[in-house]
Structures are given as C-alpha cells and as structure tokens.
C-alpha cells in the first residue's frame, strides 16, 4: 500500500505547484451604506379627576335655589405639553339645551340642570361644543384646574339621586 502512495506523491505535488489541488484565492470585497436614525418624542398628559359632589340639596318652596360644589382636574404632562381640557355636554343634555342630571332608570326624568364653569364666575364650558379649552402653563406638571358647578334647584325638583356623567378631554 505503500508503494502505491508513493508512486503518486509526484502527480500530487506537480498538481499543488500548479494550483490545481489548493482552492484558488478570492478577493473578499466590503461595501458600506449609511442608516439613518430618528425618533420623535411626542408630549403626553395623564388626566385625573375627582367628583363634583353637591351633597344633599333642598328645593325651595318656590322659584329656584342655586347649590355650589368644585371638583377638581388634574394634569400629568411630558415636559413642553401644553395642553387644553375640554369637558362634554353629558348624558342627559337636550341638543342645545344645558346640562343635566336625572335618577338613573327614572320612569319620570325630571331633570335637574346645573353648570360646570372653570372661572367661577359662570364662563361655562359651552354645551354642544368641545368646550373652553383652559391651557395649561406650559409643561408645568402636575397642573390642577377647579371645575366649579352650580346646581339649579327649582320647587318642582322631585326627590331622589340625581346623577350625570361629564367626559374630561385633554389634548396636548
């Protein structure tokens, strides 16, 4: 078996010297290309709000009596938010008339109207509209903002739980 080897360890090293045996060399080649990055950081506000509770009411033996709560809107924002708020009509607001609560699953919906103003002054946030917007100061956060609701009791409000539920919207 040896001899057989050696009779072709000629033809093996005349076939390495001409490169015929050993793979022939490649020219690796490198190119590049350029990725652009980017990001766009976009202001936020978390919104919190605590109920405006006008307690127990009586209604005056005539004419109409007014009854004041607050509430309160509090605004978590990214630095540079500068947003505005925005309060709904409610549930049970008529198509352009003004807010109301009524007994939930009443069979009589007397209503019982009120307003929700930021100024206490009575600017209201506008029925039928996406409301006052109240700005914020500019990216100050927490930011807090006082609802201030009147209840317009009249001697023909019927007794018993009266509710409403408003939508707070805050866009930055």
């Known amino acids: 078996m040896m001899r057989k080897i050696v009779r072709y360890v000629p033809a093996i090293l005349a076939a390495l010297a001409a490169g015929v045996i050993l793979p022939s060399s490649?020219?690796?080649?490198?190119?590049?290309?350029?990725?652009?990055?980017?990001?766009?950081?976009?202001?936020?506000c978390a919104v919190a709000t605590t109920p405006l509770i006008f307690g127990n009411l009586v209604a005056p033996m005539s004419g109409t009596k007014d009854y004041k709560s607050t509430a309160t809107i509090t605004l978590t924002c990214t630095a540079g938010a500068a947003a505005s708020i925005a309060i709904d009509s409610g549930l049970y607001v008529p198509a352009g008339g003004p807010r109301q609560m009524q007994i939930p699953n009443s069979l009589n919906p007397t209503p019982l109207m009120y307003d929700l103003n930021s100024d206490g002054n009575g600017t209201n946030w506008v029925v039928g509209l996406p409301g006052l917007a109240e700005p914020t100061a500019g990216g100050v956060s927490p930011y807090a903002v006082t609802v201030?609701?009147?209840?317009?009791?009249?001697?023909?409000?019927?007794?018993?739980?009266?509710?409403d539920t408003v939508t707070v919207t805050v866009t930055a």
Do not use: I
């Not at 020219?27 to 290309?33: C, G, K």
């Open 26 to 44: 490649s020219v690796a080649s490198t190119n590049s290309a350029q990725m652009a990055v980017t990001a766009t950081v976009s202001t936020n």
């Open 148 to 163: 201030y609701g009147v209840a317009h009791v009249s001697s023909g409000t019927l007794p018993g739980s009266y509710s």
